[in-house]
């Protein structure tokens, strides 16, 4: 089982003689606390079963032995073993390598990323941005055995580099790391006019002048103007 999961198997009697029963579960230990019924009669050629629930917050290898009682008189006994796991969540890619599709007109782009639970707890996660990469949501949890997909959302800046690793933790288990590499050209775009003459203007009259811009390059650009 994962860490902070409950699993539970049940464990059955038969009662092969011509008298009723009482069988009794003795002392258990606090894994298996929660473990029920602690009796029951079991009639005669009559079978029992008694659900034996394991739980734990620590990892670890888990392996005891449960003693119970027919009659209160002769002591019988099955051993219970566990080997609790670290909650965890596998990425569907560690590493990403993005490029802008040339029909993009947009400053950034999104991929998805899909994370998935093989444990039986549910997992919590929580994303933390770096550089020109966020991802969406950035909070939140997988159900056991279940997937969810996150949006990694790349918009490129002049003051960040396009190689980055983001982090993804994971209270109470194993943390990852998704590596993104963003392949963006060299872009070489000039304007063609070097200056745009307004002329003398009436105050409170627009004019409105066109420049143009002109891709000096092998690729697709895209740009924006900041006045």
Same mark, same amino acid.
């Given at each position: 089982? #994962?860490?902070r /999961? /409950?699993d539970?198997?049940?464990f059955s009697?038969?009662?092969?003689?011509s008298?009723?029963v009482?069988?009794?579960? *003795?002392?258990l230990e606090p894994e298996?606390?929660a473990?029920? $019924?602690?009796?029951q009669?079991?009639?005669?050629g009559?079978? &029992?079963g008694?659900?034996i629930?394991?739980?734990?917050?620590?990892?670890? /290898?888990?392996?005891k032995?449960?003693?119970?009682k027919v009659?209160?008189?002769?002591t019988? +006994?099955?051993?219970? #073993? &566990?080997e609790?796991?670290?909650i965890? =969540?596998?990425?569907s890619q560690?590493?990403m390598e993005?490029?802008?599709p040339?029909? =993009?007109?947009e $400053?950034?782009?999104?991929?998805?990323?899909?994370?998935h639970n $093989? *444990?039986n707890a549910?997992a919590?996660f929580f994303?933390? *941005?770096r550089g020109?990469?966020t991802?969406? $949501?950035?909070?939140g949890?997988?159900e056991?055995f279940? /997937?969810?997909?996150?949006?990694?959302?790349w918009q490129p800046? &002049?003051?960040f580099?396009?190689v980055?690793k983001?982090?993804m933790?994971?209270?109470?288990?194993?943390d990852?790391? =998704?590596?993104m590499?963003?392949d963006?050209?060299?872009?070489r775009?000039?304007?063609?006019?070097?200056?745009l003459?307004f002329g003398?203007?009436?105050?409170?009259?627009p +004019?409105? =002048?066109?420049?143009?811009?002109r891709n000096? *390059? +092998?690729?697709?650009e895209?740009?924006?103007?900041?006045?």
């Amino acid at each position: 089982p #994962t860490r902070r /999961s /409950s699993d539970l198997k049940n464990f059955s009697v038969t009662n092969d003689l011509s008298r009723t029963v009482l069988c009794s579960l *003795g002392r258990l230990e606090p894994e298996l606390a929660a473990s029920t $019924p602690p009796s029951q009669v079991i009639p005669s050629g009559a079978t &029992a079963g008694f659900d034996i629930t394991f739980e734990c917050s620590t990892v670890m /290898s888990f392996k005891k032995i449960v003693q119970y009682k027919v009659n209160e008189a002769h002591t019988l +006994k099955f051993t219970v #073993t &566990a080997e609790v796991v670290p909650i965890e =969540l596998d990425l569907s890619q560690s590493q990403m390598e993005l490029t802008f599709p040339e029909d =993009l007109l947009e $400053p950034s782009m999104q991929v998805p990323l899909t994370l998935h639970n $093989p *444990g039986n707890a549910a997992a919590e996660f929580f994303w933390a *941005g770096r550089g020109p990469y966020t991802v969406t $949501p950035e909070q939140g949890k997988v159900e056991p055995f279940s /997937s969810t997909e996150v949006t990694v959302n790349w918009q490129p800046q &002049a003051s960040f580099k396009n190689v980055q690793k983001l982090q993804m933790h994971v209270p109470g288990g194993t943390d990852r790391e =998704l590596s993104m590499v963003g392949d963006l050209p060299e872009a070489r775009c000039v304007f063609v006019e070097r200056q745009l003459q307004f002329g003398t203007l009436a105050v409170g009259v627009p +004019k409105q =002048l066109h420049c143009t811009v002109r891709n000096m *390059g +092998k690729n697709p650009e895209i740009g924006r103007a900041h006045v």
